[in-house]
């Protein structure tokens, strides 16, 4: 029998397995269990470590609940000290309306009755003067033509002259006063004194007022008075008439 070359680096002994089948198979399912009994030692200790952290984010999330309500009940207590302010917007307000809807038509009538005569001509004598007045209910007032705007009162005159007035001049001059507008004047006859040597003109007229006449002294202005400390009263809103 020849030997081996060394070259082919063969076995110097001859490798025969001589163990039976059955040992061989045992052996293969020790491997087996080994490698389950493993990958359940993994899968457990996986489980673990998912419940720990899942154990821990909750106690944190619990720790963060609790923060935040305590948060919130001191907020909540904070926000109770301004319990009052509701209730002082609402009173200011009020009387922002209030005011608001009393002074809707308020006019000085008496600077508007001393601007009004300023415009009267020298020649000119009035007999009759009537003030019409809006009210709150009744805000504006129309002087019913299809031209007509809406306004807060007129003011009704009648009169005569001694010498012929110039209507135009007259009406631009009532119309030129703050607060009046769309002044009309008509001649009505031309009359003889009882001595029947002059001659005199009547006539009749209408203005009507603006908002430019109102007089302004429900003008609301308020102060609001800031807390500094949980110990200061209570801020209290002024409503002070201008006028």
Same mark, same amino acid.
């Given at each position: ?6 070259? /082919? ?32 030692? /993994? $899968?457990a200790v996986m489980l673990v470590g998912a ?48 005011? %608001?809807?009393? +002074? ?6 008496? *600077? ?25 209910? %009744? ?19 009648? +009169?005569? %002259? ?6 135009? *001049? ?9 607060? $009046? ?6 001649? *009505? ?6 001595? +029947? ?5 009547? $006539?009749s007229g209408a203005t009507r007022m603006t908002?430019? %006449? ?30």
């Amino acid at each position: 029998m020849n030997p081996v070359p060394g070259a /082919v680096h063969a076995p110097r002994t001859p490798l025969v397995n001589l163990l039976p089948p059955e040992i061989e198979q045992r052996r293969a399912q020790h491997r087996a269990r080994f490698i389950i009994y493993i990958a359940v030692l /993994v $899968f457990a200790v996986m489980l673990v470590g998912a419940w720990f952290i899942a154990m821990t984010a909750k106690s944190a999330a619990e720790s963060d609940l609790l923060l935040e309500q305590d948060l919130t009940t001191q907020k909540q207590q904070q926000l109770a000290q301004y319990s009052y302010i509701p209730g002082v917007q609402a009173e200011l307000a009020n009387s922002q309306n209030a005011r %608001a809807w009393v +002074g809707a038509t308020d006019i000085n009538w008496a *600077t508007q009755l001393s601007a009004f005569w300023t415009a009267v001509p020298k020649n000119v004598a009035l007999t009759s003067v009537v003030v019409t007045g809006a009210n709150p209910s %009744a805000p504006s007032l129309s002087d019913g033509t299809v031209f007509g705007v809406t306004d807060y009162g007129n003011l009704s005159f009648s +009169g005569n %002259a001694s010498t012929p007035i110039l209507v135009a *001049t007259f009406q631009d001059a009532i119309d030129a006063l703050p607060g $009046f507008d769309r002044t009309t004047i008509q001649v *009505t006859s031309i009359d003889t004194n009882s001595d +029947g040597t002059t001659d005199y003109w009547t $006539f009749s007229g209408a203005t009507r007022m603006t908002d430019n %006449a109102l007089s302004g002294r429900v003008t609301t202005s308020q102060e609001i008075v800031p807390v500094e400390t949980d110990s200061t009263p209570a801020p209290t809103a002024t409503n002070e008439g201008q006028g």
